[in-house]
């Protein structure tokens, strides 16, 4: 099973470590309130809604260099994405590993690119996700809306251990695609991922403004026919 890190603890990383967790992949979670860190110790991880799983972290680091330390082979950065050039300048001081492969689960466009200046770009992954999650307990994560994720291709990538290497493609992108959808989640691998990523981007700029005009959050905003009617032709007249 590989061995997943998971940086930035909030709906979507605390999200992505429930259902790996749950799978039966060791993870390992960066948590740098150590109060945090200890009621973890003691209280499951939930989410409810379109997806379910419950699962109890047992590695958890409260330092950076802790967590480097553990040598995930998959590190999912979960925080946002003004923090991504001061995170990896962090975790290249502190010796991360050069084998790992490093996933942005972020919004924005090109954060990827700050990831892939310090790794590499065969150490680099995008995941683009189509999902509405927040906290209703410290260690509960609702899940509002949950569709179709991608994952970026990358031909450059190493290959994953045991991977097939017959020249189609597969290594680790596959191999984490294969692995996420195993929890529940729908993803695919798209070489054309940027598509994707502009497209969120237009989606969460027609929501946002639609939630600070109605002054609803964006579940309450897409729990409206009406709004969500008008986020869909937002997005549609900006795509043509």
């Known amino acids: 099973m590989t061995h997943y890190g998971v940086i930035g603890l909030g709906p979507v990383g605390s999200l992505f470590a429930t259902l790996l967790g749950k799978a039966g992949h060791p993870v390992t979670l960066l948590c740098r309130n150590p109060t945090r860190a200890e009621f973890f110790k003691h209280n499951p991880l939930r989410v409810k809604g379109k997806l379910e799983a419950e699962w109890t972290p047992t590695r958890i680091c409260t330092g950076l260099d802790d967590f480097i330390a553990a040598k995930p082979e998959v590190v999912l950065i979960c925080t946002k994405a003004s923090q991504s050039r001061d995170l990896v300048r962090q975790m290249k001081a502190m010796g991360a590993s050069k084998d790992a492969i490093y996933v942005c689960c972020q919004n924005g466009i090109d954060v990827e690119e700050i990831v892939s200046e310090v790794f590499g770009k065969s150490h680099t992954l995008r995941a683009v996700l189509n999902l509405g999650c927040n906290f209703i307990k410290v260690n509960e994560v609702w899940v509002e809306f949950c569709f179709h994720h991608v994952l970026s291709q ?19 992108d596959a191999k984490i695609c294969a692995e996420l959808r195993a929890t529940g989640l729908d993803f695919e691998v798209r070489r054309e991922y940027r598509e994707d990523v502009y497209r969120k981007a237009i989606l969460n700029t027609a929501l946002s403004t639609a ?3 109605t002054r609803l959050t964006m579940r309450q905003a897409m729990s409206d026919p009406e709004i969500e009617r008008m986020v869909k032709e937002i997005v549609h007249e900006s795509l043509m």
Not at 159 to 171: F, L, S
């Open 211 to 213: 939630c600070a005009l």
């Open 154 to 172: 990358n031909l450059e990538a190493i290959k994953a251990p045991g991977g097939d290497d017959d020249g189609r493609g597969i290594g680790w």
